[in-house]
């Protein structure tokens, strides 16, 4: 009898509202976060250090799903496609839920097609050079670059990702000329410098912090106002040469589109209680990432942050031709 009064409340919540009804027990299951990476770069090792911490917060395991491809276009899309109930997850970047809509023609609206979850870190990017390349700083770089024009090569995780568009701008404020290079993410790109495959790359810390620190690459620049605690070492562009010439990739998470509002709500929860914990936040400093602070960490400021970052780059984008291939 209690199985069959079950039944019919499921049928009576379909009847009403054409969906089936929730769980009060969200999560009753795994959660899949999908990273629109390869494994190892730096959205990827985003979302091991957080799930590792929500999944004490759920009660329930948090999967890493790597989807490469397309500048992460792929990824997202598979994510925007997922059931609206909160157990597949869109963890992404400036470039996957911003860049990419100027870009690509893509069968999903980054705007429109998700619910935001909760800021979780931004970065600036460091400009690194193979450990061969004859040059000292970023001024030896830039003279490097402008003796060989159309010879130097820059790795990025994609056409249109932060990288790229961050080359691009590059190119305009040095007058040099060099070309691009995609990869499936930026731990292929990054594997690609150290064999000495590309003479360059802009970087974002989390996975050129450890290659700078073992020696294997060189770190030029930081493209921020302050010097990363990370890599003391490496100036500003400021000090470096290149003045107010700043850049910056935040990182978020996001759920498929008209996601129950508790569901997103305890989703959120999970990400503040994991960037508030010690180990965490530990772990995101190591590799030169700032936590946005409580008070940011809400899907209002993510979805105001997401609109407005929209605004202001697609026209930029577009202005610099920079397409999809």
Request: some cysteine; glycine content about 8%.
């Amino acid at each position: 009898m209690g199985r069959l009064l079950c039944v019919a409340v499921m049928l009576a919540a379909i009847l009403i509202t054409g969906k089936p009804a929730l769980s009060q027990a969200f999560p009753s299951r795994p959660v899949t976060i999908i990273v629109p990476f390869p494994a190892g770069g730096p959205v990827d090792t985003i979302g091991r250090i957080i799930a590792e911490r929500m999944r004490t917060f759920l009660g329930q395991p948090v999967l890493i799903e790597n989807v490469g491809g397309a500048a992460g276009s792929i990824g997202v899309g598979r994510a925007a496609r997922a059931a609206s109930d909160g157990y597949t997850l869109s963890l992404g970047n400036w470039a996957t839920h911003v860049v990419n809509s100027a870009i690509y023609p893509l069968n999903f609206d980054v705007l429109t097609d998700f619910d935001p979850v909760s800021l979780i870190v931004t970065q600036p990017e460091i400009v690194v050079a193979r450990k061969t390349l004859p040059a000292d700083d970023l001024k030896g770089l830039i003279a490097w670059l402008k003796a060989n024009p159309d010879k130097g090569v820059q790795g990025t995780s994609g056409v249109g990702s932060a990288g790229h568009v961050a080359g691009v701008f590059f190119q305009k404020v040095t007058g040099t000329q060099y070309q691009f290079v995609p990869y499936r993410g930026l731990a292929p790109a990054m594997q690609a410098l150290v064999a000495g495959q590309v003479d360059m790359l802009i970087d974002v810390p989390a996975s050129s912090v450890p290659q700078v620190r073992a020696g294997t690459v060189t770190g030029h620049a930081v493209t921020a106002k302050t010097r990363l605690a990370a890599l003391p070492d490496v100036p500003t562009v400021d000090e470096a040469g290149l003045p107010v010439w700043y850049a910056s990739v935040w990182y978020a998470l996001w759920s498929p589109k008209d996601t129950p509002k508790a569901v997103s709500a305890k989703l959120n929860a999970a990400v503040v209680d994991a960037l508030a914990d010690a180990t965490v936040r530990q772990r995101l400093a190591d590799l030169g990432m700032e936590i946005f602070p409580p008070d940011q960490q809400t899907p209002e400021v993510l979805s105001a942050l997401h609109k407005a970052e929209a605004e202001k780059w697609w026209p930029i984008i577009k202005a610099a031709n920079i397409s999809g291939q």
